[in-house]
Structures are given as C-alpha cells and as structure tokens.
C-alpha cells in the first residue's frame, strides 16, 4: 500500500504540470476559494470515510433511491485502495427482489452528508468502468412536488452494444450535464443540457470534471480545468443539494441478457475508479 500511494505520488507531480495545474476552480477576482474539508475527499485511505460519505442506498437522511433495475447499488461493491476509491459492478449471485423491482447486478452509490449550493466548485477526477453500465458525479434533493432539482456534471457509460438506443451513439466517449427540473405530479419536468466529446473513450484514461455553480442561473463545466460551455437551469437553481456519485444501469444502454460486459469482464474492466472529489467555497 505505501509503495502504491508513493508510486501514485511520483506520477501526479510528473504530470501536474499538464493535467493538475490545469484542474483548479476558476479565478474570481477579489475572493478565493477554499476547500470543503466535509465534501473533498482524496481517498488515500484504508476505508471510506462513512462520517463524511453514505454508501449504503438506503441509509441516507434524505436520499433513499436503491438503483435503476436490473442493477441494485449496494455498500459492498465500494472500495479503498493504492490511493483510488472503487466501484465494482457485476452479477449477483441470484435475482433479488426488492420494493417490486427485479435486480441482477449491483453497482453503488456515494452520496455526501452535507448539503452545498451556489457559490461552490465541484471536481472530480475518475475513470468509467469498461461495461454497459455508467453514471457520474451529480447533485439532487428529495425537494418538494412543485421543486425538485438535479445537476448532473457528467453522465456516461462504459460501452455501448447493439441494443444502445440510436440517440445514445455516442455516450461511450462524451461529457454530458444536465441542469433539470424534475417532473412530479406538480409539474413537467423541463431541462437544459450539453455535451461535448472527449479526446478517448470514457473507461480509456482518467477525466477531470469540473462544475462551477456561479449563480442561481448560471452553471459553468469544465473538463480537465478548460471551460467548456455554460447551462442555464428552467427555473433558478439556488436550493441546497447532495453531492453524489454513482455508477448503475440504464434502460437506453440495456444490459444483455447474455455475455454482458457487466457479467463476464474482468474485476478491472467492471470498476470505476475515483482519484479525488474536491469541492471549493469562495472567500473575500
């Protein structure tokens, strides 16, 4: 493990001058930004830190979403090693049911204890697993029926198949964010997106993305620290959020029913990791 963490230590200042230096928060004349200790992690540890991060889908305060079937998030499919958090995706040992949902895989979610909102700058490094299932770093609420928010600062998926949705050709290898105002029996759900193309494939090299929540009406994203474009929510986003990450399946990149990437890749190729989170606060 110090040999690892030392390895890992000598290759961040090779490349920092490239890849690091780049992925800083914006300048802001006059103020600073400042870390938030509660929501910055750089996972160099020997286990999650379950006081700052939830990782159990049902345990959270506010949160209780258990995974889109068929993969269930689960707390074991998390991990901490050589300085990277994991999160292995696979096949269960046999189909569970649970609140009238079917699942077969498993996959995870990390959602933060303290809630953060406008004025704040997000980051996160990581690369996508090499299987049909994806995710990303976002920030939602359980809100009320007439206000209910989500930010996504990035959405993918590992790789695509025939069974890929036709609008969804290219979301083995993009940044994609969203700014949406979610539908209830209150309101029509409405958003704002973009995306753009990275220079490999997602589960090819790590990315660092990066979202600025400069006002209510303005949402900056950045990939590896070069602003990319600018979303404007459908409604002025100023509510406190939970910052999340997770990895798990959706109906557009169907898992097949066999010969799945998500079943028969190797642990490698079936885990996303996580170099860091990093959220920074502006100061005068």
């Known amino acids: 493990m110090i040999f690892s963490l030392l390895k890992k230590a000598i290759l961040i200042a090779i490349f920092s ?22 929501l910055s992690d750089e996972f160099n540890g020997n286990k999650i830190n379950e006081n700052k ?37 696979g096949e269960l040992p046999k189909p569970v049911e649970v609140r009238n949902a079917t699942y077969k895989y498993h996959g995870g979610i990390l959602r933060s204890y303290k809630k953060t909102s ?6 996160c490094r990581m690369k996508m697993n090499k299987t049909e299932m994806g995710g990303g770093f976002w920030l939602c609420h359980k809100g009320t029926c007439e206000n209910k928010n989500e930010i996504d600062i990035t959405e993918s998926v590992g790789v695509l198949t025939d069974l890929t949705h036709k609008w ?15 539908g209830s029996a209150c309101v029509e759900q409405v958003r704002d997106q973009k995306k753009m193309t990275p220079p490999t494939k997602n589960h090819e090299r790590f ?31 100023n509510q406190d959020l939970i910052l999340q990450f997770s990895i798990e399946a959706y109906n557009w990149n169907p898992i097949p029913e066999s010969g799945s990437k998500v079943a028969t890749a190797s642990k490698e190729d079936r885990t996303t990791l996580v170099d860091y989170i990093r959220v920074y606060e502006l100061r005068d």
Request: aromatic share 20%.
């Open 168 to 182: 969804a050709y290219d979301w083995d290898q993009i940044m994609h964010s969203n700014s949406i105002h979610r």
């Open 53 to 89: 991060w939830n990782i159990d889908p049902d345990g959270h305060y506010e949160l209780n979403w258990l995974g889109r079937p068929p993969a269930l998030f689960q707390k074991e499919s998390f991990g901490i090693g050589d300085g990277y958090l994991s999160i292995e995706v």
């Open 207 to 237: 990315y660092t993305y990066g979202f600025y929540w400069k006002s209510p009406t303005e949402l900056l994203f950045y990939l590896d620290g070069e602003y990319v474009y600018t979303l404007t929510p459908p409604v002025p986003f």
């Open 17 to 38: 001058c490239f890849i690091h230096a780049k992925a800083q928060p914006p300048e802001v004349e006059g103020k600073t930004w400042k870390k938030v200790t509660a």
């Open 118 to 123: 406008v004025g704040h700058y997000y980051e």
